[in-house]
Structure formats: C-alpha cells, structure tokens
C-alpha cells in the first residue's frame, strides 16, 4: 500500500534505491565520468577559494562585528592548541601503510607488509624527509634497497561504486609519501582526542543523532565533496606555519586524471594518509 505523505516517509521513497544498481541506471563509464566531471567542478570552486582567501582583506567584515583577521587569529590559535606549532620528531617516525591501492600497487597486492619491500613510488619534495626518517628506522634500512625508489609526480585518480548515479573519487598515493602522510594523521587524530574529539568511536555521534531523531533538537549536516573542498589557501592560512611545511612536501601537488596531469587545487584528496583528520580538524 501506498505510504501516507509526511516528511520521513518522501525522504524514504526518495532515498531507498538510491545505491541499487541495474541495467536500467547509469551505466559504469557514465557514473564514471560524472564522478571526474564533479571532482573536476569543485576544482575549480577551489581555484576561485585560494584566490578569495588570498585577496580578502583583513578588515573585512565576515559576520557583524568580527573582522576576517580575527576570525583567522582565532582559529589559529585554536589549531595550535590541539597540534601544537610543528609535529615531533618522533611521531613523524611513527607511520604506517594501509591496505589500500598505491601508485605502484594494486589493491590485490597491497598487504600493509608487502609495502616495506620492493618498488615504492615518492614525490620529490617528500623523499628528504622520508630518507631523513629512515634514519631512526634501521630494520627498514637495512632491507630498503634505494634503486627501488621511483619519483612520481603526484597521485593517480579512480573512483569507487557511490550510487546508481554516480561514482566517488579517490586518489592512489605514492607509497613513501603515505607513509608519511598517515603519521602526521595520527598526531592531529591523538591532539583532537585530547580535546575529547575522538575520531576513533563513533559512540557520542550516535546518541546525540539517536537525541535528535526523538526530539528534533539536533541534525546532521552532510556537505557535498567536504573532502575535496579543503583548498590549498585555506590549509597555509590557518595551519602553523611549520606543519604547513611538511604537510605540503608529504601531499601531491598534482593528480594523474586518465593520463593528464591536473595541479591540484584542493590541498589533499580522499587516498592522502592525513585528509580525513586534517579535515576533521579544520
């Protein structure tokens, strides 16, 4: 029988088969490409970002009586209250690999083990401090042979299954590079813990959602492509200036898109070892 008209039950119908795939919706290549041409979209809104936030004054109004800069200040401040002014030594040695897809893996040969031995892809801004790291890692060392070491520009775009319509996008990083990348993840996600954010249990997030389905007096708000919408300006204003270094030697500057080289307006992608708790945290 028909559902009665209300809100939740035209969100149902609207929502429902949303990610069922068959041979009446979107073909692969065709959400395929919708996913590039999205990506590709929100690139260009970040491209007119780096510029906006280059250009806006400091004096400039951004809501009733708070200037830009202070809002920048104390935001800034906020952020080295959690990370601190630079990341540690220590901790930089502390990475990790997943067992994800790299630029020189697949995702069939991709065992978090198997990436300590054989070919490893890095950018050339992040191979001195990756050497500098292998340093205090002699087991590592020991076995990496360094004509195995290859220099890639940047990361290698695919997408993955999203819904009937459309595909996601993701990026293949450098191997050296995502090793790297996932230490300076796991200092901000240790710093936003510490601030009682943990990104590690979802258990808050759930009762207050739970909270607000019963009374109405919360809601979720998803932002479409929030990941690849962090720009590269938004990162080097309010991050310190430190953590800006390296983060920006360890991200790729450019992405391989169907064998053209694209530079990367958004600073990190979905595949970086850092975008999910650099996002968080901004």
Not at 43 to 68: C, M, Q, S
Not at 216 to 222: H, W, Y
Request: hydrophobic share 35%; glycine share 6%.
């Amino acid at each position: 029988s028909a559902l009665p008209d209300s809100r939740r039950n035209t969100y149902l119908k609207e929502e429902f088969l949303t990610k069922f795939v068959s041979s009446e919706t979107a073909p692969p290549l065709v959400r395929r490409t919708r996913a590039i041409n999205k990506w590709l979209a929100t690139e260009r809104n970040n491209e007119a970002t780096n510029e906006r936030l280059l250009t806006t004054h400091g004096d400039y109004n951004i809501l009733p009586r708070v200037k830009f800069q202070d809002f920048v200040e104390w935001c800034q401040h906020f952020i080295v209250s959690i990370v601190g002014e630079f990341p540690l030594w220590e901790d930089l040695t502390r990475g990790s690999f997943s067992g994800g897809a790299t630029t020189s893996r697949k995702r069939t040969e991709s065992h978090p083990a198997g990436k300590y031995l054989g070919q490893a892809h890095v950018t050339r801004d992040a191979l001195p401090l990756f050497m500098k790291v292998l340093e205090d890692l002699p087991l590592w060392e020991k076995e990496l042979n360094l004509t195995d070491i290859r220099f890639v520009p940047g990361n290698v775009l695919f997408t993955v299954p999203k819904n009937a319509d459309i595909d996601r996008v993701c990026c293949k990083e450098p191997d050296l590079n995502m090793y790297l990348q996932k230490a300076c993840g796991d200092i901000i996600r240790r710093g936003l813990k510490r601030k009682g954010i943990s990104l590690n249990d979802q258990s808050r997030n759930q009762e207050l959602a739970r909270q607000g389905s019963i009374d109405g007096s919360l809601a979720t708000l998803d932002l479409s492509s929030a990941s690849d919408s962090v720009s590269n300006q938004l990162v080097w204003l309010l991050m310190p200036a430190s953590w800006c270094a390296v983060l920006d030697n360890l991200r790729s500057p450019t992405t391989l898109v169907d064998g053209v080289e694209h530079r990367n307006e958004v600073f990190s992608s979905m595949g970086n070892g850092f975008t999910f708790e650099l996002e968080s945290l901004l």
